[in-house]
């Protein structure tokens, strides 16, 4: 995950979720895991990739900012 916290630089953390599963990220706010797809097992398959999707309940001081729409 890439993130800019306020007035600082960009930077990456790791955080291991499980499905369901949250974690507060200081400076950014609460981040839930909610679907995950993993790419298949056998190679005979579709190919895929990963995806996944989150929940991000932002720390009230922050907001969203978009490339197209940057703040």
Known sequence: MH???????????KY???LGE???IDGLG????L???PPPLLS???PGGWTI??????TPDLHWCD???PC
Do not use: R
């Open 53 to 58: 999707e989150v929940n991000i309940n932002l």
């Open 22 to 24: 949250s974690v507060h």
């Open 16 to 18: 291991e979720l499980h």
């Open 3 to 13: 993130w800019t916290p306020t007035g600082g630089k960009p930077t990456k953390y």
């Open 35 to 37: 679907a995950v797809n």
């Open 67 to 69: 490339p197209w729409d």
């Open 44 to 46: 005979g398959q579709k």
């Open 30 to 33: 609460t981040v839930t895991l």
